[in-house]
């Protein structure tokens, strides 16, 4: 039963391309997140949305940008992909707080590698 | 800004004993997870807490929650190999944060 999918398990792209990682959940959930996790340095936050066409940054989100209209969907876009973006990609999915059952879930993740 | 964090960072454990992870965080907050996660995979939810004093168990792992202090707990009791990954607790108020991690290795 599979509540969040991402687009691409692994995925390629050259220096300077722009890239979508997408991101959908099928459990109505209002917040949505992406994550980037490197060795060393856990799971850091680049977006995350609280409702259709609503958007904040995260600790790191120089070089991304995120795309939100439809509830269930959550896009991450490189505008144009460096080295140092290469990474795993994670997105999560969760309720809002006013809930009485609490969930989050994240997707399989994305491995993305930049040549 | 919220700040999680997380201890100890890497623990070797020999099955049967028992340990205890800890993750302290630096505002109020909503709720707070448990995750685990094995290598090459993604995350994979075992708790949510909500209020001061709560308790969850599923088999040898058992979390806590004190909003007090703002600390959870997550107490491993008699380790087995299977238990061997990376656990992290995550905070959520209107975003979620993560603390470091903990690699566990439970050892025969």
């Not at chain 1, 992406?34 to 120089?62: A, C, H, N, T």
């Not at chain 2, 094995?38 to 004093?53: Q, R, T």
Request: proline share 3%; net charge positive; glycine share 6%.
């Amino acid at each position: 039963d599979v509540k969040v999918t991402q687009s691409s398990r692994y995925l390629v792209k050259r220096t300077g391309e722009k890239v979508f990682l997408e991101c959908v959940q099928d459990m109505d959930h209002e917040n949505m997140f992406w994550y980037r996790q490197d060795p060393g340095l856990g799971l850091r936050l680049i977006y995350f949305s609280y409702d259709v066409k609503m958007k904040e940054k995260g600790d790191i989100p120089e070089g991304y940008s995120v795309s939100r209209e439809k509830k269930e969907r959550f896009s991450l876009i490189l505008e144009s992909a460096s080295t140092n973006q290469t990474s795993m990609y994670l997105c999560a999915s969760s309720r809002p707080h006013q809930t009485a059952r609490p969930e989050a879930f994240f997707g399989q993740g994305t491995r993305l590698t930049v040549v | 800004e919220l700040k999680v964090e997380q201890n100890p960072l890497f623990l070797s454990m020999q099955e049967g004993k028992n340990y205890t992870i800890y993750c302290n965080y630096s505002t109020t907050s909503d709720r707070l997870y448990w995750y685990r996660q094995d290598p090459g995979k993604s995350l994979e939810s075992l708790f949510v807490l909500l209020s001061n004093g709560a308790v969850k168990q599923e088999g040898r792992l058992m979390a806590s929650l004190d909003t007090k202090a703002r600390l959870s707990t997550l107490h491993i009791t008699a380790a087995v190999h299977d238990l061997s990954a990376t656990y992290f607790c995550a905070v959520e108020n209107n975003d979620m944060r993560f603390g470091a991690g903990t690699r566990l290795t439970v050892k025969p």
